[in-house]
Every structure is written in C-alpha cells, then in structure tokens.
C-alpha cells in the first residue's frame, strides 16, 4: 500500500476550509449501488459474534456496546477503515502516522428519536473515564478529540434521521465530560428538546452543559442529506446531532463511524474495561488499527489482522504528507 500517487491529500483550500468549518464532505467513498451490495453483505455478518471481541453478556441490555468495533471481525468493516479516500484525507490533517482507534454503528429505525447535540474531546461523556488522551501541551490539557468519518451506509434524509452540524463550533467546548452523565433508558424516545425529539441512547447530554442555561444555537445547524458510500469527516468536538425518524419502517437510515487518532494519543488510558449504556466490555482483546505511517511511540497495543485473519497494512503517505 506504499503507492505515492496522491489521489485524496486534501488541498491547500480544502484544509483551510476543514480548519474553520471543523468538517468536510460529503464525498464518494463508494457508488451507490456497490455501497448497497456491501451494506447487505454486512448486514448478513453482523448476528454472527462468534469472533467479535466483546463478548455478548457483556453488552447489557442496549444494543450501542454491540455495535462497537465489528472492523476487527467483519472483513468488509476491516477493508472500509483502512479506505484510502478516507485515509489519506484524515492523514491530510492529523499527520501521516494513523490509528483507527474506534468504530460505531448508528441506526435510527421507525420512531427513534434525534440525538442530542453534543461534542466529544475525551469520550468520557457517559463514563466520566477519558478513553483518549492526548499529549498535554506545556503542561495544559491538550484540547483532544478525534477526527470521525461517518459513512451513510444507507440513504440519509430529514426524515430518516440524518446527521447535523454546526459549522466551526469545534474549537469551544460547551460541555465538561468528565461529569459524567446518569443513565435511564426510561426516557428513551420520550423527551423533546426546543420542540425535537431528542436524547443521547438512555442519557440526557445537557447534563454535561458548562452553563445550565446555554442553549445550542439552532441558526447555525444545517442537515447533512447523504447518498449510500458518502462520507463527511469531522471533529469530534464539531457539535452535532440528529434529527428524529419520522419515516416508513422500510426507510431505516444506518451510518457507520470510523475514528482515527495520531499514534502519540494514548487509548483507553489506564482502563480495562468501558462502562457505559447499560452495559460493561472489557478490554483484554481490544487492539487499536495502525492505518498509515508507523506507530514510533508504542504506547498502545496495536493488532495487525483482524480476528478472521484479514491483514491491516498501513498506508505510507510520508511523500505526500509533511511529517
């Protein structure tokens, strides 16, 4: 995967334009029709955990946990996060030495309710635990966060639920992650927010609000409609959300989100296990994904096959990105 053609560097103008807005896309991964094909080969994978790495038992009773890292099992998922129309934009901005560090599933069937607006520097949100930390800065926090591609695997409308962003609001963070936030799948589906449906999967993310009477400011929001193998990359710090699913059964909307971090980021710092949505995974069989550059820092344990024996080569954009 050595090949030096540039194909996806993002240019000068485009970096400008990510480094103010916080985001970029949507762009063709894939056409339409091999998304579908793909999508449904998936989708077949997906019931059979025999070889994912958290165990069923301990997902809890909410189905985000199971929707975590399927690239470390499902081959097509261990192909999509090493895309280099992906890859090399991400490299374009982080740097050339990259891990993929995460992965998610995010349906909204029939009736599911939008998401919260929310932003992620730690991902401690529902924890309270950091589960990346980035070098601090002269002794200052490092900001954080990750840069997310999320993939429409399916079509993405207004009324399937799609993704919204707020333009460049990821430089402020509104919210404190480390408060943590309880939760109670209760109110699932069951609160609106300035008159949308809305929640965060069992938890309420205004709990994390630095001002208690901050609202976002719904002016800045645009909706992100996207075709099958579109993808937008962002900051996790970016706010977004989601609307609700006011459509037909058959017009379920499915993204998957792929996160990537530098290889000096530490992973999971400290921890060996997540607890969140109910649910509990441990971390013995976890392993991030090196997908470009090399990892000089060996702070994190790194895997370079999946659990089916799909082999993860990293990308070497060392002549086409500064280093």
């Known amino acids: 995967m050595g090949d030096h053609t540039s194909n996806f560097r993002l240019t000068p103008e485009e970096l400008a334009q990510f480094e103010e807005q916080g985001f970029i896309g949507p762009i063709k991964v894939y056409e339409p029709d091999e998304m579908e094909k793909r999508w449904n080969e998936i989708r077949r994978a997906i019931p059979d955990r025999s070889r994912a790495i958290y165990p069923e038992d301990s ?48 349906p909204k069937y029939q ?7 929310h932003q992620a520097a730690t991902f401690a949100h529902s924890s309270g635990r950091p589960q990346i ?21 399916t079509h993405s409308t207004r009324e399937n639920g799609c993704l919204q962003l707020m333009p460049g609001t990821h ?21 609106e927010k300035e008159s949308v449906k809305r929640g965060f999967f069992g938890y309420d993310y205004r709990e994390l609000q ?24 962002f900051w996790s710090t970016l706010m977004h959300g989601s ?30 296990d997540v607890s969140e949505y109910g649910g509990t995974i441990p971390l013995e069989d976890y392993a991030a994904v090196l997908v470009a ?31």
């Open 293 to 323: 550059g090399r990892d000089e820092y060996g702070i994190n344990k790194l895997t370079d096959r999946s659990r089916r024996g799909h082999r993860f080569t990293p990308w070497d954009f060392r002549q086409t990105v500064g280093s």
């Open 59 to 106: 997902l809890g009773a909410v189905t985000n946990l199971s929707n975590y890292d399927r690239h470390l099992d499902i081959d097509l998922l261990s192909e999509h996060i090493m895309q280099r129309a992906i890859v090399e934009r991400v490299a374009s901005i982080l740097g050339p030495d990259l891990l993929c560090w995460r992965t998610e599933f995010f």
């Open 210 to 233: 630095k001002d208690p009477d901050w609202r976002p400011d719904e002016s800045k929001a645009f909706s992100l409609v996207m075709q099958p193998g579109e993808c937008v990359i």
């Open 133 to 153: 930390q980035w070098p601090s800065e002269n002794d200052a926090p490092a900001f954080g966060g990750t840069i997310t591609a999320w993939t429409a695997f």
């Open 171 to 191: 430089r402020v963070m509104n919210y404190d992650e480390s408060r943590g936030m309880s939760y109670n799948p209760e109110t699932i589906n069951k609160r």
């Open 243 to 272: 609307l609700p699913h006011t459509g037909s059964k058959k017009d379920y909307r499915m993204g998957f989100a792929t996160r990537y971090v530098p290889t000096q980021v530490k992973v999971y710092p400290d921890l060996d």
């Open 111 to 117: 009736g599911d309710e939008g998401t919260d607006w």
